[in-house]
């Protein structure tokens, strides 16, 4: 019914760059609460940053002030920009998103993650 596509992922220098974007396709999907969350080898998937349908975000605080979450939920795109990136960074990012469809009221939707890599 609806897809999450995540890129922009790829390989930078600490302290270097970078800019996700998310998009979602398929039936129309009006979204409530968007997040990225990020899953690193041997540790669990955690909220990186959330954007919500009133315009509210929130940010893990170990990216606050280095990552900035932006996007319209009316257009069903967001993005992740992501500055002065630590090899701790380095991580599958996921697009996640939660609305309803004319079919189904509460639908929970992932993408299929994009690999961001930071070199020391």
């Known amino acids: 019914q609806v897809q999450l596509t995540e890129s922009g992922g790829g390989l930078v220098q600490a302290g270097g760059s970078l800019r996700l974007s998310c998009a979602a396709s398929?039936?129309?999907?009006?979204?409530?609460?968007m997040g990225w969350y990020r899953q690193a080898p041997g540790k669990q998937r955690e909220l990186v940053a959330s954007?919500?349908?009133?315009?509210?975000?929130d940010y893990a605080d170990s990216v606050k002030g280095r990552f900035t979450i932006s996007g319209d939920n009316r257009k069903n795109t967001w993005y992740l920009q992501m500055n002065i990136l630590k090899p701790e960074d380095a991580a599958v990012y996921y697009c996640?998103?939660?609305?309803?469809?004319?079919?189904?009221?509460?639908?929970?939707?992932w993408g299929q993650g994009t690999l961001v890599t930071v070199s020391s």
């Open positions: 996640y998103a939660r609305g309803g469809t004319t079919s189904c009221r509460d639908l929970e939707v």
């Open positions: 954007f919500r349908s009133g315009g509210s975000t």
């Open positions: 398929g039936v129309t999907f009006a979204v409530n609460y």
